[in-house]
C-alpha cells in the first residue's frame, strides 16, 4: 500500500508540474524542458559512458551540455534571442562542435579502455534524446503563436497508449509482442493502447480545435506505432545494462527516460507530420 500511495503522490505532482511548464507561458514550457531534456541525457548518461573514477563526472557534464544544446538552440530562435540564420550558425559552431572536440581531448587523458565509444555514446545521446526535444519547440511555436494544447495532446496520448497497453495486457495479455527486449509486452495490450490512445484522440479533435479531427487521429496512430517503438528501445538499451529502471528520480515510476521514451521516440515522426500539414 505505501507503495501504491508513493506512486499516487509522485504522478500527483508530476501532472501538477507538467501543467505548470505547458500552461504558464513560453519560459515556463523553455525551462520545463530543458530540465526534461537533461534529466533523460543524464540518465542516458548514467546508463552508457564509463563509471568509477570522480573524473567521470567530467565526460558526463560534457555529455549533458553536448545532449541539451539542440533544445537550446531552437528555444532561442524561437524566442527571438537568435534573429538570423547566421546567428543560428555562429550560436551552433560555438556551442556544439567544440564540445565534440572537447570529449575528444577529454578521452586523450581518461585513459578509458573505450574512449572512442564514450564519444560515440555522447553524440548518439543528443541524436536519441537532445534532437527530438528540440523538434518540440518546432511542435509548439508557429512564430507568434505558441501551440501548448499540441504539446498536452502528444503527452495524453503517449500516457494513455502506455497505460491503456499496461492495463489491458495484464488483463488479457497471452501473446507476446517482442519477447526478447520486453517479454511483459503483449499483442493485445498494445492493441488495447492502440484502441484507447484512438479513442482519446477523437476526443482531442473536439477539445483542442489547433489541428483537424483528421490530424489527431493520424497523430493517434504515430503516438501508438513510434511511441511503442521509442518504449522497446529504451527496453533494449536498460536489458542491455542490465538495470530495470533508467534512474530514481520519480519514486514508484522509475527516471525520466523511462516516462519520456515514448515521448522522445515520436516526436521526430509528429513533428514531420504537423510541419507539413499544419
Known amino acids: 500500500m505505501a507503495g501504491l500511495s508513493g506512486r499516487i503522490v509522485t504522478a500527483f505532482f508530476f501532472v501538477l508540474v507538467m501543467l505548470g511548464g505547458l500552461y504558464g507561458g513560453r519560459i515556463p514550457f523553455i525551462l520545463l524542458f530543458t530540465l526534461i531534456t537533461a534529466g533523460c541525457v543524464w540518465e542516458y548518461l548514467q546508463l552508457t ?3 568509477g573514477r570522480w573524473r567521470a563526472k567530467l565526460r558526463m557534464l560534457i555529455g549533458l551540455l553536448f545532449g541539451v544544446s ?3 538552440l531552437t528555444s532561442s530562435v524561437q524566442m527571438g534571442w537568435v534573429k538570423s540564420s547566421e546567428s543560428f550558425a555562429a550560436l551552433m559552431a560555438i556551442l556544439i562542435f567544440p564540445l565534440v572536440f572537447t570529449a575528444f581531448i577529454y578521452e586523450l587523458f581518461s585513459k578509458s579502455p573505450r574512449p572512442f565509444a564514450n564519444v560515440a555514446y555522447i553524440v548518439l ?11 518540440l519547440d518546432l511542435i509548439a511555436y508557429d512564430g507568434e ?35 526478447r527486449v520486453s517479454p511483459n509486452k503483449t499483442i493485445e495490450g498494445f492493441v488495447g493502447g492502440g484502441i484507447v490512445t484512438l479513442l482519446l484522440a477523437v476526443g482531442l479533435g473536439f477539445l483542442f480545435e489547433e ?4 490530424d489527431w487521429l493520424v497523430l493517434a496512430l504515430i503516438v501508438v506505432i513510434f511511441g511503442t517503438l521509442g518504449d ?26 523511462d516516462r519520456f521514451d515514448g515521448f522522445i521516440f ?7 507530420y504537423i510541419l507539413i500539414f499544419r
Open 266 to 272: 515520436l516526436l521526430p515522426f509528429a513533428a514531420a
Open 145 to 179: 503563436y505558441f501551440y501548448a494544447n499540441i504539446v498536452m495532446g502528444l503527452l495524453l496520448m503517449t500516457w494513455a497508449n502506455d497505460t491503456g497497453a499496461y492495463l489491458l495486457g495484464s488483463r488479457f495479455g497471452k501473446h507476446k509482442l517482442f519477447p
Open 211 to 214: 489541428l483537424g479531427r483528421f
Open 232 to 257: 522497446l528501445i529504451e527496453s533494449m538499451l536498460k536489458r542491455s545494462r542490465q538495470v530495470k529502471d533508467s534512474g530514481t528520480l520519480l519514486p514508484g515510476h522509475g527516471g525520466l527516460l
Open 49 to 51: 559512458l564509463d563509471k
Open 70 to 72: 539542440p533544445f537550446i
Open 125 to 135: 545521446g543528443m541524436v536519441y534524446i537532445g534532437v527530438p526535444f528540440a523538434l
